[in-house]
């Protein structure tokens, strides 16, 4: 069975500074997906970028890129130039391409990160 | 437009009451979802459903009774509640083809008294 691993419970960085989250997974298949989704305050689970494990290049979306290491099976995210709306519970997620259209989302416990003025 | 809308934005119900929760896009996915939050924790996967066929039930309480009444709409029927059941409840879907990303609708907070 698959698994996340989100080995900080909580975060904090200043703003304008870059700050990167960890995540680790488990799984003995060589295709998948990886996602990492933010829900602020507000609570709405927003995508912020994903990762399809047979591309090599690392996604990247405005200030947000990941660190993709199939081998050692980590998925950190990286968020350049932090701003006070970047404050929120960040999930790291797996999901397995071979369920069709009713393929699970596999998270992590979540990252609380805080960023100060 | 990559929106999942869900009512009521909160809702508080005693333990006999019968209430419904509602989920709606209008993206031509075919995969909806419902998942169970509690605070400060990642979301429970409580049903799917697969061009209106449910097809993952991961073992909820029958007192929980997911309905989709066509592509666009996901309900959720709630009835003789417990208090542990207070959580924030989220809907989301994907399409089959054109992605995998599910997209979230912003919840809506039960609360059983």
């Known amino acids: 069975a698959q698994t996340v691993t989100q080995s900080q419970p909580e975060m904090s960085v200043q703003e304008a500074e870059t700050v990167t989250l960890s995540c680790t997974y488990d799984?003995?298949?060589?295709?998948?997906?990886l996602f990492w989704y933010k829900q602020p305050p507000s609570r709405q689970m927003i995508l912020v970028i994903r990762q399809e494990a047979y591309k090599q290049q690392n996604a990247t979306e405005n200030r947000f890129s990941v660190n993709f290491q199939k081998a050692a099976k980590s998925f950190s995210l990286k968020i350049s130039d932090s701003q006070l709306g970047d404050t929120a519970m960040y999930f790291c997620?797996?999901?397995?391409?071979?369920?069709?259209?009713?393929?699970?989302?596999?998270f992590g416990t979540g990252t609380l990160l805080a960023v100060q003025p | 437009d990559t929106e999942v809308t869900q009512t009521p934005k909160h809702l508080v119900m005693g333990m006999t009451n019968k209430k419904s929760l509602k989920c709606e896009q209008h993206?031509?996915?075919?995969?909806m979802y419902w998942y169970k939050q509690k605070a400060k924790k990642p979301p429970e996967l409580m049903f799917v459903y697969s061009y209106e066929k449910l097809s993952i039930n991961e073992s909820v309480p029958s007192r929980f009774s997911p309905e989709c009444p066509n592509s666009s709409l996901l309900n959720l029927h709630l009835h003789a509640l417990q208090p542990e059941d207070s959580a924030l409840y989220l809907c989301?879907?994907?399409?089959?083809?054109?992605?995998?990303?599910?997209?979230f609708g912003p919840g809506t907070r039960l609360t059983v008294t």
């Open positions: 993206m031509g996915h075919r995969a």
């Open positions: 799984t003995s298949e060589n295709n998948y997906y």
């Open positions: 989301a879907s994907s399409h089959p083809r054109q992605g995998v990303e599910q997209y």
């Open positions: 997620a797996f999901m397995s391409p071979y369920g069709g259209a009713t393929n699970k989302l596999i």
